[in-house]
Every structure is written in C-alpha cells, then in structure tokens.
C-alpha cells in the first residue's frame, strides 16, 4: 500500500522537549528523514518519518513518552506553478478536507505529505488523477 | 459476612434505645470532666441529666476544627492524662494541628470498626492487606493495620513507600487487598504498566479500600478497571478515629455508618439547622463510644446525605452517599461555588483522559485545568486533541457556570503527590 506511517509523539510545549525526544532517536540509532513539529497552547506534537519505525517508537516508550503511528498521504507532483492547487482542488471538489500539508524539492522532486481524515477516499481520488503515490519505501529511499 | 452480625443488624428502635444510652452517658462524663463543654452547657442552659431522647442532641453544642485547635493539645481529654495510648494528628494546612488522643479501649475499639468495614466486604484472615498509606500521626497507617490484624489477615506495612517497594512486596507475599489513596491508586497503575506489567494480571489483587481523598465514582470505575479489582470507599477522619467510620459493604452502594458509635446528623452548613433525611447539607457527628476524648456534634465540614432505605446487605445502620466534597475544599471562582469532585468527575467522564489533574486559580479569578492524556487518547492528529479540548471546556462550564483554560498534558508530566494528592493550588493574588 501506498501509505507512510509517521511517529506521532506527544510531548509538553516547553523548552528542552525536541531535544529530549531526538536524543532518544538518536541513541536507538534511528535516523529521522523528515520532520515537523505542531505546538497548540500546552502541548505539541512531533512527527517523523523514521528508517527503523519499531525501534523508535519502542525507544520512546520505554521513556514513557506518549507515541503513535499516524497514516499520511506522500506524493509526487510536477515541480511548476499550481501543482499544489490541482491537488488542494481534487481534495476539496471531494470534500475531503486538507488537516495538514507539507512539502519540498529534492533532487528537482517536489513531494507532498498530506493528512486527511478520509486517507482511503483522497488515495482514490489523488491516484484517479494520476498522481503517484509514495510508499514508505519510496519515501525513505528519496 | 459479618464480623459482628448481632451490632451490625441490630433492629432499629434497639440500635437507637442503645445510641440514647451511650449518648446520655456521653454527655454526663463530659460535663463532669471537660471543662470545654461544661462552659458551653452554661453557656446554653444545658442540663446534661436531662437528655431524654436522641433529638435531644440537637440542643447539644457543636464542636469545630477551630475548638480542636484552640484547645491543642489536650485541653478535651475526658479521662487522665496517662490514661490515652497513643497519639494521632489531623495534619493542619497551617497553624497547630488537631489531636486526638486514644485509650486503650478506643484503639481496640477502632479496630473493631475497621474489622467490621474490611469483612462486610469479604475479607478474612486468608488475605494479605498491603497497607500503602503513611503510617505515624495519620490514622490511615495504624488503625487500618490494628483492624487488619483483628481479622487475622497478613498486614503488610508497607507505608507510602517507592512503587519499586510496594510492587516487590505485592508480588513476593501476593496481596490480596490493599489501602491506598485513590490519587496513588491510579498513580500505581500506570508506574506498573510503565514497567510492561499488566496490573489485572501480574498482580494478584481482588479489593482496594480507598479513602482519605474525596474521589468520584468514575475515579473508582478507573481503578477497578485498571486492577480488574473491588474497589470500595471507605470514609473517615481522624477527629473520628480515622478510617472505618463508614464503610461500603458488598453493594458498593453507599457508606454504612456505624450508629451504635457514632450519632449522624446531616445539617445546613450555613445556618447549623438539621435537614430532613436524605437531603444533603455537612455530616455531623458524635462519638458514643469514645473514652479518652469524646466529642458532640463534630462539625466535619464533609457534605453528604443519608440514604434512608435499607440496605440489601441486612445491616441496620444506615448509609452515606459518597461525600461531594469537604466544604472547606469549596473554590469560589467568580463568585460561584465549586467542588473539585465537579471537576474531576467532568474530566473523568472522558476516556481520553488519563489519572492525574490539577486545578489552578491565578490571576484574578482564571482557573486553569491541566489534565493528563491517557495513552489510548493519542492518535497523532493535532486536530483532535484541539476537539477534545473544546468539548471538555464546553462540558466543565455546563457543569460549573465557569469557562476554564484546559491544557492537555502527557502522561506523567503532573507531579505525583507523596501523601494526598493536591489537586487544587490557588495562585490568586486577590
């Protein structure tokens, strides 16, 4: 399947807590790919595309941090001008609505990473489209 | 089961004929040896010979906290002073304490009170009782371990030990029961499942008597969810002996007081005018069957009701509903009255939720809650942490008429209390 999983963690919004968090990735010799970090008043959220997923999320559990696995949506598009609004429109002519993006060039290859609720329903419609869809393999091979 | 099933199923008029008698004998041995009540009986025209009926008690004076610790340190003792075997304090938040004194036949009495409350739950002498409350001036360590002993179960003194502490002793000498605050109950939950043990399996626990904290009922669902355990309330206080002034029986409906030692009262806390039976106002009480240090009309601040009918148990003397909350613990937040069981029972009811929150006043009048995520109420998505954080405001305000600041929290971010769990600091500069 075509799906990434990223490792959520749910740490509190002060200082000190990116580091703490990455210092365990780092002694599990895991090695982050990609990252984004979310704060909301108290809290914040980590996600991270991993190379070794189960030895991360056991290395932050066994420190008690509070993890999950969350299913996004990573694609390729063409590196030019309304690549992100074809897709924006595809997804919202569905109703489906866009919880976060992100996305970047390497190598002239821009990727999208999406999360939606309705991941299965925007995969049929992004692919219907003909966009091709990573999967976490691809992802960590880029 | 019964320990005593003669005292504990007495037909009513005997229990009463019986509270009348040791009511009488009450009064008449205070007024004749403390002179704190033999002023207040002048003070109120009371003759202590003409106590004729148990609604009699109602022109008694009452006793508060404030006496207790104005008259610090022996100044209600009913017999000499080498008479009382031991000492307990209540803990004081500031100022001197309250204490209470025990004679010997008050400390066996106690402990028959405890016996009756652990064996109308099912416990005998085949049981090994972890007693993980502190142990030293709070009641919650010797008079729980005394009553134990009674019933012939292991007692096992733990105290408020390290988790690592407890964990060994409950798996080496596989305990059966515990006594435990409920704030640490929960607190013990997650330190087993922190260390990969599952506490309804890797433990061999059947009963928990918790008590010493106001707790709701779904701090109770949680802990027997958590043990896959009874949980039973167990209510006291130390100006009353401590624990096992009212226990829950097999039912888990209610807290049976013991009326052949104690007189119930439930009154208006702002007037001191009783209330008809089942109305809820504070819980007062009067020892009968104390010998160092007896006390009338014991203003415990604790507000609760009296369930009239009979329990199906078979045993006469009546119940409590669970305490609400202790009126000193009432927070006035914007002019409204709040008790953080309202609060607690608010978050609770969310199964996001985790096992630790606290409630902090600051500024003007902002109250702030933070709340620990239970593991399972983490699903990655930003959006709907930010969800469940709206519907908990929108729920806290319906049940408080306050709009609170929620902050969700990791598990294990709040600071586990050593004793009683603080909930509530108040940071209000007004």
């Known amino acids: 399947m075509s799906a990434v999983n990223l490792v959520a963690v749910f740490v509190e919004n002060r200082p000190g807590q990116t580091a703490r968090v990455t210092k365990l990735l780092a002694e599990a010799g895991v090695n982050i790919r990609w990252v984004t970090i979310a704060n909301s008043g108290s809290f914040g959220v980590m996600k991270f595309l991993v190379d070794q997923q189960d030895t991360a999320v056991s290395a932050l559990k066994a420190k008690g941090l509070m993890v999950s696995l969350l299913e996004v949506l990573a694609m390729e598009v063409p590196d030019k001008p309304g690549s992100l609004q074809a897709v924006a429109d595809m997804l919202g002519g569905n109703n489906i609505n866009l919880d976060n993006c992100s996305g970047f060039v390497a190598d002239r290859r821009a990727i999208l990473v999406i999360e939606v609720h309705q991941t299965a329903q925007a995969r049929g419609v992004l692919e219907k489209q003909g966009l091709h869809l990573l999967s976490q393999e691809e992802m960590l091979r880029l | ?430």
Request: charge should be neutral.
């Open chain 2, 1 to 430: 089961m019964f320990w005593d099933q003669e005292s504990e199923t007495l037909a009513r008029p005997t229990l009463e004929q019986l509270q009348l008698q040791r009511l009488q004998a009450t009064v008449l041995r205070v007024a004749q040896r403390v002179p704190f009540y033999q002023r207040k009986f002048a003070e109120l025209g009371i003759d202590p010979e003409k106590v004729r009926s148990l609604a009699d008690v109602r022109r008694l004076p009452f006793t508060t906290g404030a006496d207790l610790r104005a008259i610090y340190p022996d100044g209600l003792l009913a017999v000499d002073r080498e008479e009382p075997v031991r000492l307990h304090t209540s803990s004081g938040t500031t100022g001197k304490p309250k204490a209470i004194f025990f004679s010997r036949k008050d400390v066996d009495n106690a402990a028959e009170l405890i016996a009756r409350s652990l064996v109308m739950t099912g416990i005998t002498r085949k049981d090994v009782l972890q007693n993980m409350m502190s142990y030293g001036l709070f009641t919650g360590g010797l008079v729980m371990h005394y009553g134990a002993e009674k019933v012939g179960c292991l007692v096992i003194p733990a105290g408020a030990g390290t988790s690592e502490r407890q964990l060994m002793l409950m798996q080496d000498f596989r305990t059966t029961a515990v006594h435990i605050l409920p704030s640490y109950a929960l607190y013990f939950a997650s330190f087993l499942e922190q260390k990969g043990l599952d506490p309804r399996k890797d433990i061999a626990l059947r009963r928990a008597f918790v008590g010493a904290e106001p707790h709701t009922e779904e701090t109770r669902r949680r802990i027997e969810q958590a043990f896959g355990c009874d949980v039973y309330n167990s209510y006291g206080l130390t100006e009353m002996n401590g624990p096992g002034v009212a226990f829950e029986c097999e039912y888990k409906a209610g807290l049976h007081l013991w009326e052949d030692n104690y007189i119930l009262e439930i009154i208006n806390p702002a007037t001191g005018e009783p209330l008809p039976e089942g109305q809820t106002g504070e819980l007062v009480l009067t020892t009968l069957n104390r010998e160092a240090m007896p006390l009338l009309r014991y203003r415990t601040r604790d507000i609760t009701s009296i369930i009239p009918e009979p329990c199906k148990c078979g045993r006469t003397h009546r119940r409590l509903n669970r305490i609400t909350g202790r009126s000193d613990d009432m927070l006035i937040v914007r002019g409204v009255n709040i008790f953080p069981q309202q609060i607690e029972r608010v978050l609770m009811s969310f199964p996001q939720v985790g096992r630790n929150y606290v409630i902090i006043l600051e500024g003007l009048d902002d109250m702030t809650i933070k709340v620990e995520l239970a593991a399972a109420g983490f699903d990655g998505q930003v959006e709907h942490l930010a969800a469940l954080q709206h519907q908990m405001v929108d729920k806290l305000k319906a049940e408080t008429w306050v709009t609170p600041k929620v902050d969700l929290l990791p598990a294990g971010s709040l600071p586990v209390a050593e004793g009683k769990a603080k909930r509530v600091i108040d940071k209000r500069s007004l």
